[in-house]
């Protein structure tokens, strides 16, 4: 039977990857999709043919204008960094919600989907639409794993590695109370956006709450998620949702122009494109020379002749944007600031990394990488050109990371994908849509 599904999310680029390639699969069963999201996503969104519902009420240069201050390195240093960053986080995810749910509700009312799959920085279906309309909430995870707390998993956006003894679980405790007793005002606030819909406090914090949703659906392996036990039957990991545009002539014309006796190097700032391009200028400098090529990308919001990187040694090779799925399986090593789409895409391929993590959820995933031997990290204020070339040549002699890597490339491989969470969310929708059975029936059963 045909159903419904409203996917929900971020027009930002590792927002819209997993959730368009659920949608795929939806629609590849006999699904109906729409996808709510961003004016600046349309083009992407209508190649595919996905109907598409953009925000009226949501302010997406605002959205823009936040996600560039949480990539800023300089407005979120030191204490008053982190009244900045929770300052951010709350008008983001929280104050955004009131114009989420003006958006949504009459999409709910008109086009009538079965389900509605969020991206969980988008708070308003988890949070208020999920029990304030008929619909049932499935939520995936843009991130490398559940926030979901438990004793498995350090606080989140730390860079902690997960605890083991008992003096490491009792000092992660003590971390997690002290960021709650901060994050009380954003309680408080998400409680009087439900009691406006009718609805009660949530009890919680808003990460805890959603380990209540019927289907919690995770873009990554448990095996880059610390092997958790402590989570609830309703997380499923999928491996890398990651959607890959139609080939790229060009981008294979291009890396084809690049001598292949060396070992290549892709360097990428990945979402970081609004700050100083301190990782591609260490990489420019420090690689200049090195038995590699190195193939660095800028992204393309940004010129590469502005970005001042000085004179390109014969072996740097500059671009805004190539597409992976021709470049990565040429390459050796990455370079990244940590985004998790990039991260993944590396692994897929089998190719060991440098993290240079910046902020938000990267110091996260650079630990993530650090822990299953897949790469090594570096402190964004230690990475000089020396301390990159060093990290590069560490990956590159050590076979570890590569062995490693390719595991982790097998894992993804087998994993269930995009496939297997449409199955997950027709499950949700048919125990929505099936009646209840009869007294008699429950009984016989």
């Known amino acids: 039977m045909s159903s419904r599904f409203l996917l929900t999310c971020w027009p930002f680029d590792g927002h819209i990857v997993g959730p368009m390639l659920i949608g795929a699969a939806l629609r590849s069963r006999g699904h109906e999709v729409a996808i709510y999201t961003g004016e600046t996503a349309r083009a992407t969104v209508e190649q595919e043919g996905f109907e598409l519902f953009t925000f009226s009420h949501v302010d997406e240069e605002r959205a823009y204008e936040n996600m560039r201050s949480l990539e800023s390195r300089e407005q979120n240093k030191g204490l008053s960094g982190g009244r900045h960053l929770l300052r951010t986080f709350r008008e983001w995810l929280?104050?955004?919600?009131?114009?989420?749910?003006?958006?949504?509700?009459?999409?709910?009312?008109?086009?009538?989907?079965?389900?509605?799959?969020t991206d969980l920085s988008m708070w308003a279906p988890v949070v208020i639409l999920w029990e304030a309309t008929p619909v049932p909430v499935v939520a995936y995870q843009t991130l490398m794993g559940p926030l979901i707390p438990g004793p498995d998993a350090p606080p989140w956006g730390l860079g902690l590695a997960p605890p083991r003894t008992g003096r490491e679980r009792a000092a992660q405790r003590a971390i997690t109370a002290t960021t709650q007793f901060f994050g009380a005002g954003?309680?408080?606030?998400?409680?009087?956006?439900?009691?406006?819909h009718g609805l009660p406090s949530m009890g919680c914090t808003f990460n805890e709450f959603t380990a209540r949703v019927p289907l919690y659906?995770?873009?990554?392996?448990?095996?880059?998620?610390?092997?958790?036990?402590?989570?609830?039957?309703?997380?499923?990991?999928?491996?890398?949702?990651?959607?890959?545009?139609?080939?790229?002539?060009?981008?294979?014309?291009?890396?084809?122009?690049?001598?292949?006796?060396?070992?290549?190097?892709?360097?990428?700032?990945?979402?970081?494109?609004?700050?100083?391009?301190?990782?591609?200028?260490?990489?420019?400098?420090g690689l200049a020379g090195a038995q590699v090529e190195a193939v660095l990308t800028t992204g393309?919001?940004?010129?590469?002749?502005?970005?001042?990187?000085?004179?390109?040694?014969?072996?740097?090779?500059?671009?805004?944007?190539?597409?992976?799925?021709?470049?990565?399986?040429?390459?050796?090593?990455?370079?990244?600031?940590?985004?998790?789409?990039?991260?993944?895409?590396?692994?897929?391929a089998g190719v060991p990394l440098v993290v240079v993590p910046t902020n938000w959820d990267k110091p996260d995933n650079a630990r993530r990488v650090v822990e299953a031997g897949v790469g090594v990290k570096i402190a964004p204020k230690k990475c000089t050109p020396e301390a990159l070339r060093a990290a590069v040549e560490e990956v590159l002699a050590d076979p570890s990371y590569r062995e490693n890597a390719g595991r982790i490339a097998e894992l993804l491989a087998r994993a269930p994908g995009a496939p297997r969470a449409a199955e997950l969310v027709e499950e949700v929708a048919l125990a929505h849509t099936s009646p209840a059975p009869s007294v008699s029936t429950a009984r016989s059963r």
Not at 186 to 196: F, G, M, S, V
Not at 311 to 326: D, F, I, T
């Open 186 to 196: 954003l309680r408080r606030r998400l409680d009087q956006l439900r009691a406006a």
């Open 217 to 285: 659906l995770v873009g990554s392996l448990a095996e880059l998620d610390y092997n958790r036990r402590d989570l609830p039957d309703s997380v499923h990991y999928l491996g890398a949702c990651i959607w890959r545009p139609r080939p790229d002539p060009e981008t294979a014309a291009w890396l084809d122009a690049i001598p292949a006796e060396r070992p290549w190097v892709h360097v990428t700032e990945a979402t970081l494109h609004y700050g100083d391009p301190f990782i591609l200028r260490a990489a420019a400098q």
């Open 94 to 117: 929280v104050e955004t919600i009131p114009n989420q749910v003006d958006d949504l509700q009459p999409v709910i009312a008109e086009w009538k989907p079965d389900v509605v799959l």
């Open 300 to 348: 393309r919001q940004r010129d590469p002749d502005a970005l001042d990187l000085g004179r390109l040694a014969a072996n740097v090779h500059l671009a805004r944007w190539l597409s992976h799925a021709e470049l990565m399986p040429r390459c050796a090593a990455m370079v990244t600031a940590g985004g998790t789409s990039t991260i993944l895409s590396a692994l897929q």
